[in-house]
């Protein structure tokens, strides 16, 4: 990446990954790619609003992050919170499904691969208001010690939303994910 790509402030081209950097922008925490909304591209024209299933690869690859338990969320810009938490894990993506923190009142599933991290596929669903706009789905990290893994793997075992994850939307970042998070785009039409 060039010194002038990390510093870019528009949304990214489409077919290009989002990179969440780490600290001050040295390494990443993670990437994501291949967004589809509806099953379709990552920009999407639709008739009212409602529920919209959003899917992407995820790369989580941040050994600067240590031992801690991180999240990616994602939400409509402009909201006070996150809609829903898609990938729980530590330093590296891939790996299978585990449980963490077994036993206390923060376990949850979780990846924990021990080797390289790998390109995982996750997907949620994202409501936009009736309100005929252009909404950008967006995307951050979180280190709330709980998440949900929505692998497919993750989807098959029952697990509940974390409220304390979606919370993370407007941490160190007041009017939350700016445009270089986002990660696909919901325009409802008149």
């Given at each position: 990446?060039?010194?002038?790509?990390?510093?870019?402030?528009?949304?990214?081209?489409?077919?290009?990954?989002?990179?969440?950097?780490?600290?001050?922008?040295?390494g990443?925490?993670?990437?994501?790619?291949?967004?589809?909304?509806?099953?379709?591209?990552?920009v999407?024209?639709?008739?009212?609003?409602?529920?919209?299933?959003?899917?992407?690869?995820?790369?989580?690859?941040?050994?600067?992050?240590?031992?801690?338990?991180?999240?990616?969320?994602?939400?409509?810009?402009?909201?006070?919170?996150a809609?829903?938490?898609?990938?729980?894990?530590?330093?590296?993506?891939?790996?299978?499904?585990?449980?963490?923190?077994?036993?206390?009142?923060?376990?949850?599933?979780?990846?924990?691969?021990?080797?390289?991290?790998?390109?995982?596929?996750?997907?949620?669903?994202?409501?936009?208001?009736?309100?005929?706009?252009?909404?950008?789905?967006r995307?951050?990290?979180?280190?709330?010690?709980?998440?949900r893994?929505?692998?497919?793997?993750?989807?098959?075992?029952?697990?509940?939303?974390?409220?304390?994850?979606?919370?993370?939307?407007?941490?160190?970042?007041?009017?939350?994910?700016?445009?270089?998070?986002?990660?696909g785009?919901?325009?409802v039409?008149?």
């Amino acid at each position: 990446m060039s010194h002038s790509d990390a510093h870019r402030s528009t949304a990214p081209a489409p077919g290009a990954e989002m990179v969440e950097a780490y600290g001050g922008g040295a390494g990443f925490r993670f990437k994501i790619r291949n967004v589809m909304i509806d099953g379709g591209a990552d920009v999407v024209h639709v008739r009212g609003g409602g529920s919209h299933e959003v899917s992407f690869d995820v790369l989580h690859d941040c050994s600067a992050c240590g031992n801690a338990v991180n999240q990616v969320i994602v939400g409509l810009a402009g909201q006070d919170r996150a809609q829903a938490s898609v990938w729980n894990g530590k330093q590296r993506s891939g790996g299978g499904v585990k449980v963490v923190n077994p036993g206390t009142r923060v376990q949850a599933l979780a990846e924990d691969n021990p080797g390289p991290a790998e390109w995982v596929n996750v997907s949620c669903d994202i409501v936009v208001p009736d309100e005929p706009g252009v909404y950008s789905v967006r995307a951050r990290y979180a280190q709330a010690y709980q998440g949900r893994l929505m692998t497919a793997e993750g989807r098959a075992v029952p697990q509940p939303e974390y409220e304390e994850v979606l919370g993370w939307w407007k941490v160190d970042r007041p009017d939350g994910p700016g445009p270089e998070s986002t990660i696909g785009t919901i325009v409802v039409e008149a």
